[in-house]
């Protein structure tokens, strides 16, 4: 399995070819010089060269244009280490070895698989070549090519979309409302704050109508899993400011509010308040409830709605609405009169963090 070039190596003939992760969709590749075989060095971020030796549960990779490609058997890719939380598809950690890794995420993720849920295959195996280095042989990071904050700037009104867990509907929520304040007349931004990068969210975001689309890994990060919560404070203050000129922004944070850094950033009230109105995404009435209990005692949140999967099934929704709550489907929140409805209950409302 063993690739690994001597340290300081030319790059260039090994990149050629090599098919570019969307992880690594803002790096400047004419910086690219030198290949470092040093992969006990490695930190979350920085950017590989490996090969395909024996494809598992992923079989395409997501390309920084914006396109999938499938992969073979020795194709080269450029893909970023970090750590991945996925309770659907695997845990991982941001550590390279010679003896070989895994592709974590379709996005461009490789690290060691933890473990992995029962249902799917292992991951693709992969050799690692080496990091990439600039021409000084200082290893090229995705943080490198970060947006940098505008303090103090942000968007007139900030919605955050959470869910009891992976697949209770955020990102069709999140969609939805950014369709419906669009089609209301503002200019709306969508961010993704959390998660492991892939481009389907922001394929999602784009399609919906939102005059700009962030995510983490344009403020630096490949994963947010295991990342410190000032740091993904951070994240978000940063993404908020370079959608400034938007007139609110639709943030969604991955997988569920007791997720580890998930539920450190809710307790967090300086998090809190960055936002003015939470809407609550559920599979069921039951789960709904649980969160909301949940959100109420842990962070001092109350939604202003509930959306998700559940409102698939008419008597999910009735059995939700005795919550006391509104529920909105993806079509009700893509309907310019809830966003208006929204607007109003934003322009009367104090901050939800707001001491």
Request: charge should be negative.
């Amino acid at each position: 399995m063993m690739h690994l070039v001597d340290m300081n190596s030319a790059a260039s003939p090994l990149l050629a070819g090599a098919k570019w992760s969307f992880v690594t969709r803002r790096v400047r590749r004419g910086e690219i010089r030198l290949l470092d075989g040093d992969l006990a060095s490695a930190r979350s971020g920085d950017l590989v060269l490996a090969e395909v030796q024996e494809l598992g549960s992923h079989k395409r990779l997501q390309l920084s244009d914006g396109r999938f490609s499938a992969l073979f058997p020795k194709d080269r890719v450029v893909l970023a280490c970090a750590d991945r939380f996925a309770e659907d598809q695997f845990e991982g950690v941001a550590v390279l070895s010679g003896e070989g890794a895994d592709l974590l995420a379709g996005g461009g993720v490789v690290g060691q698989m933890r473990s992995r849920n029962g249902k799917v295959k292992r991951p693709t195996r992969l050799s690692v070549i080496g990091r990439l280095a600039d021409g000084n042989g200082c290893v090229a990071n995705v943080a490198d090519y970060a947006l940098e904050a505008l303090p103090g700037s942000r968007p007139a009104r900030v919605v955050g979309v959470l869910g009891t867990g992976m697949n209770a509907g955020k990102t069709a929520a999140a969609a939805g409302l950014v369709n419906g304040f669009a089609r209301f007349g503002a200019r709306v931004a969508a961010i993704k704050a959390t998660g492991t990068g892939s481009f389907g969210d922001v394929q999602h975001y784009e399609a919906a109508g939102a005059a700009e689309v962030l995510d983490f890994t344009d403020v630096g990060l490949a994963s947010t899993y295991r990342q410190s919560v000032d740091r993904l404070e951070g994240v978000t203050r940063t993404l908020l400011s370079a959608a400034a000129d938007c007139d609110i922004a639709i943030v969604e944070l991955a997988d569920g509010i007791s997720q580890v850094e998930t539920a450190e950033l809710l307790r967090c009230q300086n998090y809190r308040a960055l936002f003015d109105a939470f809407l609550l995404a559920a599979p069921g009435a039951l789960a709904a409830r649980g969160a909301l209990d949940w959100l109420s005692a842990e962070a001092q949140i109350a939604p202003v709605a509930l959306t998700g999967l559940m409102t698939q099934a008419p008597l999910a929704v009735a059995e939700a609405e005795t919550l006391g709550l509104p529920v909105f489907s993806r079509e009700d929140l893509s309907d310019p009169a809830t966003a208006s409805c929204l607007n109003g209950i934003l322009s009367h409302g104090s901050r939800v963090g707001a001491a």
